[in-house]
């Protein structure tokens, strides 16, 4: 079946470093890939999303590509901040009818 | 944005009896809802997918008759525990897929469920 597999944390950083989060995919045909953040005490909410290969979702200053051929989808951002700590879950869909296949989750604390 | 709530947010209940959570659609109408679960510290695992008018689809390995699911109305979706035991206890997680846009879908808060 599917599944998704995203590096564990806690990853801690400092304020301005570059952070990438590792996920990588297991799926037949052509799912949709997303990256939801949970901010503490709140639900789940989407990031940014890819619905086909090479795309690239973007938001807040995160990015991540579709890359069919390493079957990933790595969010990176350049510069964080203290507010993106947060814990960051990469999940797919096969279609608007699916439910999601999420990843772990990765907790993300970034420090002053 | 789309906003989804569910009550309670938590619930302690004794071993034996039956708990009802509700998830709802606060601005949007939601043909399709889905209900997750989440372990400390683990993934969140899709249970069943709800939808309006019709039976849900349950995930392989969830029990239908544990687990029941009542999409009554296009903003109201129920997910009934029934004879809960220990092992029951968990996060569950609602979401609501926006039929605006195909992909899309709005999580709630999530409820707590504790049994005693």
């Known amino acids: 079946g599917d599944s998704v597999t995203q590096m564990e944390g806690p990853v801690t950083l400092s304020e301005e470093a570059f952070l990438t989060i590792n996920c990588t995919y297991t799926?037949?045909?052509?799912?949709?890939l997303f990256w939801y953040v949970q901010y503490p005490g709140e639900g789940l909410q989407l990031l940014l999303k890819?619905?086909?290969?090479?795309d690239k979702g973007s938001n807040k200053g995160f990015e991540a590509t579709y890359r069919k051929e390493t079957t990933s989808f790595h969010l990176e951002k350049g510069s964080v901040q203290v507010s993106d700590s947060a814990v960051y879950f990469c999940?797919?869909?096969?279609?608007?009818?699916?439910?999601?296949?999420f990843g772990k989750g990765t907790h993300l604390i970034i420090q002053p | 944005g789309a906003v989804v709530s569910q009550h309670p947010s938590w619930v302690i209940c004794k071993s034996g009896t039956s708990v009802k959570i509700e998830c709802r659609s606060l601005?949007?109408?939601?043909?399709?809802m889905f209900w997750y679960r989440q372990f400390p510290k683990q993934s969140l695992m899709l249970m069943a997918t709800?939808?309006?008018?019709?039976?849900?689809?349950?995930e392989q390995g969830v029990e239908k008759d544990k687990f029941l699911i009542n999409h009554a109305s296009l903003t109201l979706s129920t997910l009934t525990v029934t004879s809960a035991h220990p092992e029951d206890s968990s996060f569950y997680i609602c979401?609501?897929?926006?039929?605006?846009?195909?992909?899309?879908?709005?999580f709630g808060p999530g409820t707590r469920l504790t049994v005693l």
């Open positions: 979401s609501a897929r926006d039929p605006g846009g195909p992909y899309e879908q709005f």
């Open positions: 999940a797919l869909s096969r279609g608007g009818a699916d439910g999601l296949t």
């Open positions: 601005d949007f109408q939601a043909t399709t």
């Open positions: 799926a037949t045909g052509y799912p949709s």
């Open positions: 890819a619905t086909k290969a090479d």
């Open positions: 709800s939808n309006e008018g019709s039976k849900a689809t349950y």
